[in-house]
């Protein structure tokens, strides 16, 4: 029964040796992926290479489809889990910050970690932006803080706002990747750049 | 590795992380723990006097052994192994030809600091916010999700330099 941690009030050292075993998962599937080229991940908003597409929502689907399968037989509590809680104007404005710097960086914070470790150099120059990036929220907080917390709804949940079950909105998720992966694969032949893809 | 089973792998080291932890993975929000920790030690005053800064050492927490910083430790060790089994361990610089080295670091640089300024206002990147919460079905991770690609497909046209 999960989460295990949670459940059995497992010491906190415990949780923090869970937290390094997933992470080396984290970043070993990341890795494996191809997820240290910055020009393969980039690929995705040119069509040439649409891993990014194909890992992220296969990963998606494998987790949430799991969670929902654990929980249906009991071996996952998700009333203990946690949900990310939504502020809307955050949210969006974030993420669109967020847009532009993959663009420009190549790279997201989790990927940017995992190409650095196998020695990429415009990768650590990334991470360095990013610890500057963190900084500079910490020192402007006060001045952000408003925009932060600007219409909070709580931790709202997908499949309750548009009146579905958990398990049919999985579903419809699942179709919808699998179209997904339909249109990528199209997509890659359709933009395809062989100098570039036998690189990365 | 095939990317259907390199995502099938990371769903599960995502499901692997509800299931022990309770809780989804994350990238943005261990560099921010980091980022406390360095100015706790730099100049502690500072921390303690910031309303941002002192809520993480309440209590006597260190932010450097928050779990969130730990598997941020183990995603460069699973990085590394990983490189090290399929042969990919070299130092290099990645870029479009038509660019210099310089360049790419300019804009390596601006991109670490939007991506990770973004994740801290979202609460959250690819993979703490978008990835972890769609998996939890939260609203919060699906806007985030398509904030984040929708962005940067508008802006691809204007850095494809950088790229192709």
Known sequence: MGPIATLYH????????????????????????????SR??????????????????????????????LSYFGFLDLSLVYVNEYYVNAAIIGGIIMGAGFIMGGFCPGTGVCAASIGKIDAMVY??????????????????????GKNFKGAVKINDMLGLSPAVFTLLLVIAAVCLFWLAEKAEKRFARKEITSEC | MNPYWAGTLLGLVLLASM???????????????LVVAAVGTVDNDHAQNSPFYS???????????????????????????????????KLKTEKS?????????IFAFLGGVLFVYGAQLARGCTSGAALSGMAVLSVA????????????????????????
């Open chain 1, 10 to 37: 497992l010491p906190e050292w415990i949780d923090l040796v869970f937290a390094l075993f997933i992470g080396i998962g984290f970043g070993f599937a990341l890795e494996q992926a191809g997820f240290s080229s």
């Open chain 1, 40 to 69: 393969k991940l980039a690929g995705m908003f040119y069509g040439y290479d649409t891993t990014v597409l194909k890992v992220f929502f296969t990963a998606a689907i494998v987790a949430l489809t799991g969670a929902q399968v």
């Open chain 1, 127 to 148: 991470l360095f932006g990013g610890l500057t990036g963190a900084f500079l929220f910490a020192e402007t907080y006060p001045w952000i803080e408003e925009l932060a």
């Open chain 2, 19 to 33: 299931v022990l932890s309770g809780r989804g993975l994350g990238a943005s929000g261990g560099m921010k723990y």
């Open chain 2, 55 to 89: 809520k993480y050492f309440r209590e006597g927490k260190k932010p450097a052994l928050n779990w969130l910083s730990i598997e941020l430790a183990g995603l460069l060790i699973g990085g590394f192994i990983s490189g090290a089994v399929s042969g990919r361990l």
């Open chain 2, 97 to 105: 030809p038509k660019i210099k080295t310089f360049t790419r670091f």
């Open chain 2, 141 to 164: 991770g699906f806007v985030t999700m398509m904030a984040i690609f929708g962005s940067a497909y508008l802006f691809a046209w204007f850095f494809r330099k950088l790229w192709i």
